[in-house]
């Protein structure tokens, strides 16, 4: 890809994005379009040199239309602006009021070496990075989790099917060697209880899906984990730089920041989706 984000959140979205992911730029925006995936809403979308102004709603609506007016299957509305500020623009007013949800992230970055242990993360669980190539139950567990943990409002079969299909490519990514899936398996049951990925693209390592099974949330279990596949990934697969994504206000801040994560962006993005039961979720 020939063309990367200013922005570190907005490079390593595209970064994890399957191989068949197309890059091209317009005069102040990106197209940034997954063929293979057409119903996810963070790989078909359109992003933005600069927040919206008043009066982009419409603009930006028909600037979509117009660039995936070939592929009927993209039915949601993305639209994201390449800027690390925490600048919302006319984010409410343009699309709050039209039915988006105006998210609003925080990226965090960290290197391998500067990861601390948490004083309170679990030291029972297994973890272990998966065999791209084996480890089909755990895999298959993976994609279970993040079904039970999905947002509000995501069909339950739609949103495994998608799910099953996001982890499909990114086990090709990861047979390139580009990353690994790591899971935290407690020892007691064999049960999988807590996941999560780091892809790697020309040394930045961007982590995803850190799930916790709702059973075991609040035994510092996430700690160890991101704390293992940080090291894991540095020892491994070359990363010199981490980025990991949540929102702003979510409660894992704290403890991505008490792992030593700090706060270098403020981004913004603004989704519309369908509420029906619809093979569009938003992973």
Known sequence: MDVVPRSLVWATDIDVLPVDRVVERRDGYLVVRSPSNPTHYWGNLLLFDDPPAPGDGRRWQALFEHEFASEPRVRHRTFAWDRTDGSAGAAHEEFGVRGYDVEESAGLVTSPAAIRRHP???GDVVVKALDPDADDELWTAVVELQVAGRDEGHDEHHHREFSRARMDDRRVLFRSGRGAWYVAVDPATDK?????????????GRFQAVETAL???????ASRLVAEAARHTGDN??????VIVAEVGYHALGL?????????????GVCLWSRRPDPSPAG
């Open 256 to 268: 991505y920041e008490s792992l030593g994560f700090e706060r270098k962006e403020h981004v913004f």
């Open 120 to 122: 309170r993360e679990n």
């Open 215 to 221: 059973t075991h949330r609040r035994r510092g279990i």
């Open 237 to 242: 697969y070359g990363a010199e730089q981490l």
């Open 192 to 204: 999988l209880v807590g996941s999560c990925g780091v892809i790697v693209t020309e040394g930045r």
